[in-house]
């Protein structure tokens, strides 16, 4: 039974920083790609980040380039989402989620087949 479990969300200031981990369990996920989705209310879940087994490639959402770092320990079975310059767009409930397949790369988000409860990030301006 794969369980992703989120903390680290909270209460920020516009331009302020927080820290996101994702602790995974109920199997070895080394060889997956994992992602960080988010959904604001009234509006779709949206992919803003993913990283591969190795770390070595990261695909990251267009407004969070620059400001958002994707990372994981695999040692640890953990995968990270370093948020910085947070505006309140990013005001949202954030989900890690591991791809279905080992060894595959992201076509799209209907690759991730589990997820995590969330955490909520709100930004306050």
């Known amino acids: 039974q794969v369980q992703l479990v989120e903390s680290g969300g909270g209460l920020v200031q516009a331009g302020g920083s927080l820290r996101l981990s994702c602790a995974a369990s109920?199997?070895?996920?080394?060889?997956?790609?994992m992602g960080w989705f988010r959904q604001a209310p009234g509006k779709d879940r949206e992919l803003v980040a993913t990283i591969n087994w190795s770390g070595g490639t990261t695909y990251y959402l267009d407004s969070v380039k620059g400001r958002f770092t994707i990372s994981r320990d695999n040692a640890k079975n953990t995968v990270y989402l370093q948020m910085n310059s947070l505006k309140p767009a990013d005001t949202a409930v954030y989900h890690c989620?591991?791809?279905?397949?080992?060894?595959?790369?992201?076509?799209?988000?209907?690759?991730?087949?589990?997820w995590g409860q969330g955490t909520q990030v709100t930004v306050s301006s």
């Open positions: 989620a591991v791809h279905r397949r080992p060894w595959a790369v992201v076509t799209g988000p209907v690759d991730f087949g589990s």
């Open positions: 109920g199997r070895t996920f080394s060889n997956y790609v």
